[in-house]
């Protein structure tokens, strides 16, 4: 199946720097992603839908002013977490979806996580 | 909200079969019954899907009921690197710009 990477793999930052994730389809072009957030021993929870060339849509009560997201090119997708406080610790999650594949059901494709430490 | 109910954890004999139930009383014509499993601290990996017919790949077996309001993922020889937590998800296949959304899930525990 397609790749999707993630980077960093995890980052431990102090209380009130930024942090920036990055999101890449290595093998095909992803007009959208989307990122998850998955706190300890819950589900996956969506944040929003990144679209190529155009803002993102967040889902209620996600902080569009705190969550960043970038989407500059058909690859590439950024999650920038400002001014961040422990409770933003998690595992972040982005994905994507090949629809030029193969296939035409659309399977969607993870990257492995960023676990995101803030002090 | 997750269309989807699962138990939340099953036990498993290493070398045995694991039966993963879920249930989609309300599935629309044109969803697919889709599932992901996720091992600690990675991200989702997907393993199979199907929409009416019952579907078998390198990973698993899906069997989907008639009437399509449940289905089983069945894993036919677990081994300890199945323990996960296994999501049951319907979506429209066709809609590669919609995201999964994810209930709670089995937690599996392949035991040796």
């Known amino acids: 199946g397609a790749v999707v990477s993630q980077h960093p793999s995890r980052v431990i930052c102090k209380s009130g720097t930024s942090v920036k994730i990055e999101c890449r389809s290595l093998d095909f072009q992803a007009t959208t992603m989307f990122w998850y957030r998955q706190f300890p021993k819950q589900s996956l929870m969506l944040m929003a839908t990144s679209n190529e060339g155009s803002k993102a849509t967040y889902e209620q009560g996600v902080e569009k002013d705190k969550f960043l997201i970038n989407h500059a090119s058909l690859t590439l997708s950024t999650l920038t977490v400002t001014s961040a406080h422990p409770e933003d610790s998690s595992f972040y999650i982005c994905?994507?979806?090949?629809?030029?594949?193969?296939?035409?059901?659309?399977?969607?494709?993870f990257g492995p996580g960023t676990r995101l430490t803030v002090l | 909200d997750a269309k989807t109910t699962q138990p939340t954890s099953m036990d498993c004999a290493e070398g045995r079969a694991a039966n993963l139930p879920c249930n989609h009383s309300?599935?629309?014509?044109?969803?697919?019954v889709y599932w992901y499993r996720q091992i600690h601290s990675q991200g989702p990996q997907y393993i199979i899907h199907g929409l009416k017919n019952n579907e078998t790949n390198e990973m698993a077996s899906l069997i989907i009921t008639e009437d399509r309001k449940s289905s089983t993922l069945i894993l036919p020889h677990a081994t300890l690197r199945d323990t996960a937590v296994y999501y049951c998800?319907?979506?429209?296949?066709?809609?590669?710009?919609?995201?999964?959304?994810f209930g709670k899930g089995t937690r599996l525990s392949v035991i040796a």
């Open positions: 309300t599935i629309s014509g044109n969803e697919y």
């Open positions: 994905s994507a979806t090949d629809v030029g594949g193969m296939s035409s059901y659309n399977e969607q494709f």
């Open positions: 998800i319907v979506r429209v296949a066709s809609s590669g710009n919609t995201p999964l959304v």
